[in-house]
């Protein structure tokens, strides 16, 4: 693999560890293993189907996954 262009490629994976750290697990302070995995699986379900992203024209992960557009009125 081409050592070139790899840290743009992992500004994105960075970009969402840091989100999820910060809006989810450090507010929530969960206390079992069980409890973190069920929570980041309901972060990650909202990340992608409720909360649209401005990179993607406003649509959500699961909208520009299966071709929809967004709703402008």
């Not at 697990?25 to 409890?35: A, E, G, K, N, Q």
């Not at 401005?54 to 557009?69: D, H, I, S, V």
């Amino acid at each position: 693999m081409n050592p070139r262009g790899r840290w743009r490629d992992n500004i994105v994976v960075e970009r969402f560890w840091w989100s999820l750290k910060h809006k989810d697990v450090y507010l929530r302070d969960y206390t079992t293993v069980p409890d973190l995995e069920a929570g980041v699986e309901a972060y990650l379900h909202r990340y992608n189907t409720w909360r649209p992203h401005q990179a993607l024209g406003g649509l959500t992960p699961q909208m520009a996954y299966e071709g929809k557009r967004a709703n402008v009125a």
